[in-house]
């Protein structure tokens, strides 16, 4: 119904940049938040950055400064822009969205949806 494709990931050596899309598709009325988490084998996920539709952002304290987020809502596409990777940014990044669907006739429905993930490996 409603799908998001994440690309962008690899490897990177500390010090380096790499940029991660997400876009979405689908029976999208709207989408208010979008963003992306990671995570490490053994560890919970973690939010790493979010934004909204009308451009509100928040972001890890661990990635403040180095990571951007942004939009193109006419595409339905977040972006990551990650520099000065560092090693402990190893980890599979995962897009998120809170979607707005359309349900038949006029309805609408509420849906929280996940990408694949996308492998980032920071290392020298």
């Known amino acids: 119904q409603v799908q998001l494709v994440e690309s962008g990931g690899g490897l990177v050596q500390p010090g380096g940049s790499l940029r991660l899309s997400c876009a979405a598709s689908?029976?999208?009325?709207?989408?208010?938040?979008m963003g992306w988490y990671r995570q490490v084998p053994g560890k919970q996920r973690e939010l790493v950055a979010t934004?909204?539709?009308?451009?509100?952002?928040n972001y890890a304290d661990s990635v403040k400064g180095r990571f951007t987020i942004s939009r193109d809502n006419a595409k339905n596409t977040v972006y990551l822009q990650m520099s000065s990777l560092k090693i402990e940014d190893t980890a599979v990044y995962s897009c998120?969205?809170?979607?707005?669907?359309?349900?038949?006739?006029?309805?609408?429905?509420?849906?929280?949806?996940w990408g694949q993930g996308t492998l980032v490996t920071v290392s020298s």
């Open positions: 689908g029976s999208i009325a709207s989408i208010n938040v």
């Open positions: 998120h969205a809170s979607v707005l669907t359309f349900v038949g006739g006029a309805g609408f429905r509420s849906l929280e949806v």
């Open positions: 934004m909204t539709e009308s451009g509100s952002t």
